[in-house]
């Protein structure tokens, strides 16, 4: 720990040099792939101009199904978006989905039809976590999920349609 803080402190006095800098750090490991995957989809929404406008959906559709949080990723673990109120719960839903999404890629190389929706309920926690297949995107057909951690999940159909149709151009634009 008192090595990363040492790091930490070398590149912030570097930054504080160059005034149009900014710097961020990510809690990363090479033995979890997702840690990564996370990283590289934060500092993409951070230079993409249609991130934020991706980011307000979410929050109105989840906001509108009653949600805890909500995470727009595609199967190659690009995170498009995300919105919660707690990075408690981000982390939940995000984590989750991505380790969801390499047990349906593993799935899907084997021959097994890969899942339009998948659900993992958490009883004893009173809340459950379910990615829906929202469409595919560029030449290599890339499937983009849409996943929710919400205590009621059965929500999501009520504005599912409205909100593939918000969400679509503006994927296309995100790449």
Known sequence: QNNISAIKNKFNNIVREEEKTSIK?????????????????????????????????????????????SSLISMDGLIFGSYTSSDVDEALLNNTALIMQTLSNFHNSIGLTREPSMTLDFPLNGFAIRGEKLFEYSELKIPVY???LSDNVDLIYEKIDYF?????PLINLFL
């Open 25 to 69: 750090y990510s809690d990363t490991t090479i033995y979890q792939k997702e840690t990564i995957l996370q990283m590289f989809s934060e500092a993409l929404k951070t230079v993409s101009e249609t991130s934020e406008i991706i980011e307000n959906i979410l929050e109105d559709f989840t906001t509108t199904i009653e949600g805890k949080a």
């Open 146 to 148: 849409l996943w929710l």
């Open 164 to 168: 593939k149709l918000q969400l679509l």
